[in-house]
């Protein structure tokens, strides 16, 4: 008889550690998010510029390779280092893909390619979450925005090739416990000043729609 493990992604697994970071995290009030500020006030891991590695654990440049961003372990300790030379949407986006790794317990060390596959695309999806939360794009949404590509890359400064991406990774319906639906109350909460800061011109434009909309929507009843 032949056993065979089929590896799938895990993406409420994902969804749902990104949404319970923008909750938790108080210093996370706005977007972009500060990456590097999130990640080193976590004691178990830190961020490190390529640049600094040098210096401060004497590696080399050579030890990175091509890579934009690197997890490693020195000295008992989690240390992202990454190339600071990139743009900032880029290394925005390498750091949380690498900080993915870290808080889904992904073991990087497996010797399987499907698995490693696995590992990425769960990753992605975590960086994906908490770069652009989709509680926030479904509000956007909601007032009648249209949510595209170009949006994506200003509101919430991601890279082009991420903002594509997003929008394909949206709508999973996934089927979570009230507990894990109540973050969608709280983020909405907690970046409600950022949000209307950020569109005040947009949302005076259309709020009216959005109102009339809720209008129409109580005649139903
Ligand atoms: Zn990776």
């Avoid at 990175?64 to 949407?89: C, R, T, V």
């Amino acid at each position: 008889m032949m056993t065979m493990t089929t590896y799938k992604p895990d993406f409420k697994r994902a969804y749902v550690m990104a949404n319970s970071i923008l909750v938790t995290a108080s210093e996370l009030v706005e977007f972009p998010l500060k990456v590097k500020f999130l990640i080193n006030k976590n004691q178990d891991i830190n961020c490190c510029s390529f640049k600094k590695a040098q210096q401060k654990y004497q590696l080399s440049v050579d030890n990175f390779g091509s890579k934009s961003a690197i997890l490693m372990e020195m000295d008992k300790k989690m240390i992202i280092f990454y190339n600071e030379s990139e743009p900032k949407p880029r290394i925005r986006f390498s750091i949380l893909h690498e900080y993915g790794h870290f808080v889904l317990g992904h073991d990087l060390e497996t010797k399987s390619k499907e698995q490693y596959i696995i590992f990425e695309v769960e990753t992605n999806f975590f960086a994906a979450q908490l770069q652009m939360p989709e509680q926030l794009i479904r509000y956007l949404q909601a007032r009648g925005i249209r949510v595209n590509v170009e949006l994506l890359m200003e509101v919430f400064g991601v890279s082009r090739e991420a903002a594509e991406k997003r929008l394909k990774t949206l709508s999973q319906n996934f089927q979570l416990t009230k507990e894990e639906k109540l973050f969608d109350d709280i983020i909405l909460d907690k970046y409600q000043n950022w949000l209307v800061s950020k569109l005040s011109i947009s949302s005076e434009l259309f709020l009216d729609d959005y109102e009339k909309q809720m209008e129409r929507d109580t005649w139903i009843y």
